[in-house]
């Protein structure tokens, strides 16, 4: 059992709580009053928001995301908004992803491509990558869109665990990673190339786009889908290690919807930026199947991170709706909220952020820098979806996640010698962040390793493999990855509550904490920091931040050891990786690093 760390001010009482003005939100928001949206609802309901296919056929994504809203009044509004890295725009409306997704739906079936066979995407975020997703759903196809910053190594692995059939990919991104392993990959049949300019490939072995997919017709019926029959395979982050292939079904797109509408508070006529990439289950659930579902227009950006262009982005978009991630934050952060002034936002009214734990100090960031809070939200490849949210109406403790959705049943568990778990009643312990298991969304195995899959539940829980505590509000407090957790002279630290107290500091913009095998306690804290612009690493900023973490965290907790780095190891989708800080620092072997941002194994 873990207990709670004692000693220190608790960081639920460090930061003023936000207040939400009752009533005067510009937009009334979708979940207005907490308690009664859990007390009424139900799943069923849930599912009766979607239509399901003609005819009682069943449930799936595609339909629920395109047709439905191709059949109606929405029919000629934007469904994707995309913007090149070079200035090209492109919009789909709902009709035009129709056609274009039925013709790659009837590409597959060209094919010969069955149902329940594996469709990978690997590209930059072109219109391409969301048309084979949605047509491959279409096809009844399994897909699995992979980060186009892959080498050829991971992709080699993550196409032989999802037995790839069919690869679409672009000619540049198949020469320089894909051609040199192909022969490794004997289930792939299919390589479809998006050409670089509209000119036709004549890549050996290889199929291109637009002579395939535009000789299609624009009809396809979707065949009946039955809502457990698998979608999606999404592999994940790789934070903790070698990233699991989280297999989900078409009747995931319940909890993509719902959360769109209580979590994101998606509203009709909203244009919404999901930042994320559809490499990352975040790019995927919410960059392309909740903002359709609503009916909402979705920007497409395809160009990375920079602060100017993200605020041009929202400027120029009219952004009203905007989910993104921690590290971006924090790069936005580096460059000081002037940096946003001059820019007119009017049309942003919600901000939201997954991924990593968001620092209170970005949280109240976001309020100063663009007038509302950023509203943190936690979940997993495994949930598939958003489980716990700061919603719209609700208000915010920076540091918090927030409270489950309605119709999950979160609690905080401690784990029994027998394998069985007790939830834990009273509040701020710290124990594992466990959701009873049953949510549309939930994983349904992990591909080719049925035991591991089986070890995440235990009774009726799912358990999340984070620690966390829960106050008396209800409000989730993320304490840490379980196997990141540190044990120093018997106390438990989280390294997030740490991290968190260093970010408050004006020099640290980054911060990873670590715990290092000490003889006497055990472990000790030792943090890695990447500083702000304008500050240099030195003795006298080391013994200042020593001294800054002792008074805020009080010296059992504070790091005893600091080093400084130039850019902290991360993922792909931005997290930090504290395995790998913790392998360099013991120098241990570095393990799987495919999901390492910068690495093109
Ligand atoms: P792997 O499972 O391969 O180690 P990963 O857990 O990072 O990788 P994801 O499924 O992308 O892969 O990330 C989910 C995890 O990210 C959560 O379990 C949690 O540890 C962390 N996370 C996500 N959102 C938040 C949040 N709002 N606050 C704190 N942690 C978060
Ligand atoms: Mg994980």
Redesign the pocket.
Known sequence: MLDQTPGRPLLTELYPRIVKPRGALRVPPNLADYAAACRDFTWQAARARLDGLPGGQGLNIAHEAVDRHADGPRADRAALRWLGRTGARRVLTYRDLRAETNRFANALRHLGVSEGESVFVLANRIPELYIAVLGALKAKCVVSPLFSAFGPEPLATRLGIGAGCVLVTTEPLYRRKVAGIRAQLPTLQHVILVPDESAATDVPDTLDWHRLVDAQSADFVIPPTDPQDHALLHF??????R??GALHVHEAAVTHHITGHYALDLHDDDIFWCTADPG??TGTSYGIIAPLTNGVTSVVAEAEFDAPTWYGILQNERVSVWYTAPTAIRMMMKLGVDAVRGYDLAALRFMAS?????NPEAVVWGAQAFGMPFH???????TGGIMIANFAAMDVKPGS?GRPLPGIAAAVVRRNEDGSVTPIEQPMIEGELALRAGWPSMLRGYLHEEERYRKCFAGPWYL???LAMRDAEGYYW?VG?ADDVIKSSGHLIGPFEVESALMEHPAVAEAGVIGKPDPMAGEIVKAFIELKPGFTPSEALRRELLGHARKRLGAAVAPKEIDFSETLPR?R?G?IMRRLLKARELGLPEGDLSTLEGDTR
Request: a negative charge.
């Open positions: 994940t982050s790789g934070t903790t290690g990233p699991k990352w289950v997954v991924g990593e734990p968001l943190d939200n936690w979940w997993q490849t495994e996640m999340t493999g984070d993320f990855r993922t989708s997290k």
